[in-house]
């Protein structure tokens, strides 16, 4: 096991100032260069993809249908109609999980991503652990080559979440399943903070997810992520592509995350260029969150938008 140091705050602030702005090697970006999903297609280096979420009041295997409609070709796994109200968790079986990817493959979608909300640390590590080892063993069953973790908000928990998964890093790397961390509120709402929690659990199987959108959220619209994306040079593998807009009404300011990319105050053509000279030069983007709308035609027709701005994105 690589971390074998003490996860103590101190011994944390302390060797984040070691680390400086170079942080991780840039070169362990997508797992397609490495152990997880070999068979990715060398040309394909943006991986274009939806998540569930935008219809997560759909049990998955419809919204699977609406992002295989909508023209992509990868689908991330999150929200759902379920008794978790997530696709899958650590409570998923390897049965379940195996269900999930074929159904994924039925309609020709790869799967780049699966967010299987939290783990048991506040019982004890050891349960956090088991729960690290039951997600990564249900990606790797769904044949879902990253995990993605919103990290903890609760300080008095903060050190045994890391500590979770950086004695998971090396059996996600053996399963071929990536793990990354996105900018989620609470102690990691930025890239610096993001940046203490990747270089915390110190294995480059641990790397971010950016959430341009999150930025603006959980900075009340006042952090531009075309300023804090340089914060993440050499750490970013995948983007969960949200947008952001903030309205005043009845006098008081609303912040909105579920509008179509492209359509908010995100400059996402600025934070890709930051992003690039970062290192984030391939990799997944996978679309969180669309314009809401009853119509399930409408937000079909959000879908394709989004698909449609991305590819020109990176064109």
């Not at 049965?95 to 159904?103: D, S």
Request: charge should be negative; proline fraction near 5%; hydrophobic fraction near 40%.
């Amino acid at each position: 096991m690589e971390t074998q140091r003490p996860f103590s705050r101190r011994a944390f602030l302390g060797q984040t100032a070691r680390f400086g702005a170079a942080g991780l090697a840039a070169s362990h970006l997508w797992p397609s260069r490495g152990r997880a999903d070999q068979d990715a297609p060398p040309d394909d280096a943006w991986q274009i993809g939806c998540y569930t979420r935008p219809w997560s009041d759909l049990e998955y295997r419809e919204a699977l249908d609406a992002i295989a409609e909508a023209g992509f070709a990868y689908a991330g796994l999150m929200t759902t109609r379920s008794k978790t109200r997530l696709v899958m968790t650590a409570a998923t079986t390897v049965e379940e999980a195996q269900q999930v990817g074929e159904e994924a493959r039925r309609r020709g979608l790869r799967l780049v991503s699966n967010y299987g909300g939290g783990i048991s640390v506040g019982r004890s590590l050891e349960e956090g652990i088991a729960d690290m080892k039951r997600l990564i063993d249900a990606c790797h069953a769904a044949g879902c080559p990253s995990l993605l973790m919103g990290g903890i908000g609760n300080e008095d928990l903060f050190d045994a979440y890391y500590k979770a998964i950086a004695e998971t890093c090396e059996y996600a790397a053996e399963k071929g399943v990536a793990l990354a961390l996105k900018p989620h509120g609470g102690l990691n709402a930025t890239g610096p903070q993001c940046r203490r929690c990747v270089e915390l659990v110190g294995h480059d199987n641990f790397h971010v997810w950016y959430d341009p959108g999150n930025i603006f959220f959980y900075s009340e619209g006042e952090l531009d992520p075309v300023d804090d994306a340089p914060t993440l040079d050499g750490l970013v593998t995948g983007m969960c592509v949200k947008d952001f807009t903030m309205s005043v009404r009845d006098g008081k300011p609303v912040k909105e995350v579920s509008i179509t990319p492209g359509t908010g105050r995100v400059d996402f053509p600025a934070v890709m260029a930051k992003l690039n000279r970062g290192g984030f030069t391939s990799g997944p983007l996978v679309v969180e969150t669309l314009a809401r709308s009853d119509d399930p035609k409408v937000v079909l027709a959000e879908a394709r938008k989004a698909r449609t701005f991305l590819e020109q994105l990176v064109r």
